[in-house]
């Protein structure tokens, strides 16, 4: 592996996690006056959130705040970004950071205009993790649209590579280099901001409710992707299985949420999550059945507000009952779901088209943690600081997005304060 | 109507009887909808938990006696409360302190225990008259093996093939093993889980001290409610032995190189997990590598198994009460097993097969599918 020049910067700022918490804690920082590292390990910044269809409560697309802040990346010389970028070590201490970070090749360069030539000749097919398998994309991909850097990136793992070349002959701005390697960057840095964010609970563990054996049980974060128009429907909301407009829908609230056979805790957006996503197919088709079957339904503060909205929606059905049970008619490929109605006291057997299961979220702390003194809780959660380690946004705590944004102005003020005062006593 | 008001004396009292965990349930209704009742009738565990937090239970309410503690719901609880516990408390407060009337068969069964050590009130030195004819030991010092005879196979007729099997299989490898006949009683699970405590208590202190007089240190039971109770409730009260149910012994004999089949058995085998086998003691995977290891045996799934699996009926003392012939879930189990094509019905519990019998019978299939111990099958393929 080949090293690119070492950094040197005392009173620089490394955030670790290009999603929201991140992108903020990088330009709150930089936009004060400090150089700030962004290291994110997907080909592009944004996060879940740029996988997301709209915000709640208002409803406006993501890319909307996303490219503004893209904007403000763009215009500051402080921010220098790391895309496929993995950080692999930190030693030191507070105010001297040695980091090393593997920078793994993108076999595109900075030439590309993403005009899209290079994936019209790719010979090789890839199973779309931006859309959580639903779609393919070529071995040479733009991640998405809005994507930044808008810039292709080429799968190495599925890529033919020197022997097939289709894409560098393609090429009219010489931006592919299939000879790129991944290479190690070495940083001293003064104070770090964690925001590694989150991932979805693992359905397959609620084994009752059927996900990844039943085609039209999926997850909130798939059901994103489903109505996003830049998703693999183009925004239609149809079933997996046979490419049908839904009729009928159940959202399964706390899918091994507030469970301690699966994640104790409540993980506080899902609620508002699965509101939300009944908005969504509502606006496509009105005359759609909507259950949510929840435990009971957290819209805390303003959001009770959006909660009463929903429940105004005309075939929209909120009903007190955990789902216990989920099975598949084989011949309808409907999903019938088993639960109490506890409010009325009766049992429930209904059949639906298909079901969104609202996990929740798991910090990706739980399985890579850095290297330092955080304390971590028993759920894998940031439970408090290092002196010189800030964590940000969903490795503290499940949260949404606009909690998250400040989550991220909290830790690089954090950061700042950790380089400030260290000028001020030596 | 007037709103009820809690009663904190009855609340008191079930916690106290062993239901704990009642308070943190949070009404979900996740054990309704996993109950197995709720196939064949309606069934709210859910607002009898609700009902013994506010103590407005009817002690006199017939559902306190519904609950098979198959398991169900407890493995699926996201709470973690105890239900099994809750209803067995509800079960103790009429049992041992008369607040109401229990069923009367259940009331006979165990006074049947209570007096001759089994639930059939048969005499209790023809507990080991099923092995007269086997050639069967008595237990003796230095004996390495104790095979503990359920009641049912001990006593009841059909039944007996599990452990005139069971003795069979043990003869031909060759193990070193006895029974202790007239001198053990009742394992007493059933009859605990059915409230009465005490009866419990005298039962498991007698075996215990049978047992330890007898030198017993390793025993190998066929009903997994004698596995469960030995296992997990006997050493609490002095227990020092081992205990092992047959699947396991099988399974380790024929790892072992010890027990070889001879004869093939080409037959769909659909395996049926007892509660108190799988979800209670998670012994999922030794009945099906006994099954497996058989020459011939084509091993089938429900569509509902080993964690998910549908209960008998049987449990929590339901084996002695009579239930609705509409309202029997066995019959289901049964009808989905002939509906997926099986030729036997492998079970590994006395009280599966007792119930599995009785729905043969009733839903008249005889000549369809054929219900047998997974002994019985070893034993043929010997």
Known sequence: MGNVESINSPNGILVIGGGMSGLTAAIEAAEVGYGVFLVEESPYLGGRVARANKYFPKLCAPYCGLEINFRRIKTNPKIKVFTLAQVENITGKEGDYDVTVKLNPRLVNDNCTACGKCAEVCLVERPNDYNFGLDKTKAAYLTNLMAFPLKYVIDTKVCLGAECAKCVSACQYQAIDLGMSAESLHMK???????????????????NLGYGKYPNVITNVIMERLAAADGPTQGKIVRPSDGKEVKSIAFVQCAGSRDQNHLPYCSGVCCMGSLKQCTYVKDQSPETKVSIFYIDVRALGLLEDFLQRVQGIEGVTLVRGKVAKIEEDPATKNLILQAEDTAAGEKIKESFEMVVLATGMVPNTVEAKIPGNLVYDNYGFVAADAAGVYAAGCVRRPTDVSTSVQDGTRAALKAIQSIVRRGANG | MSPAVPDKETVDIIREMGGGTLKICYQCGTCTGTCPWNLVRTFLPRRMMHRAQLGLIDFGDKDIWTCATCGACAVRCPRGVEMIDVIRAMRKVIAEMGVAKVPDSLRV???NISYVGNPQGEPEKERGSWAQDLGVKPFAPGTELLYYTCCIPAFDAKVRRIARATVGILNKVGIDYGVLGAKERCCGESVRKSGNETIFQELAKGNIQAFAESGVKRVVVNSPHCYHTFKKEYPELGAEFEVIHLSQLLDQLIREGKLKFSKEIKKKVIYHDPCYLGRHNEIYDEPRRVLQAIP???????????????????GGGRVWMETPKEERFCDLRLKEAIDAGADVLAVACPYCMLMFDD??????????????????LVLEAL
Not at chain 2, 301 to 306: A, K, T
């Open chain 1, 189 to 207: 840095v003064g104070s770090i901001v964690l925001a590694t964010g989150w991932k979805p609970y693992d359905a397959t563990r609620l084994d």
């Open chain 2, 109 to 111: 069964s165990v006074k």
């Open chain 2, 296 to 314: 011939g045996v084509q091993l089938m799934e429900f569509q509902s198994s080993r964690k998910s699996s549908v209960c008998c009926g049987g």
């Open chain 2, 359 to 376: 729905s043969l019978l009733s839903i008249g299939k005889e000549s369809t599918i054929e219900i047998k111990d997974i002994s019985e």
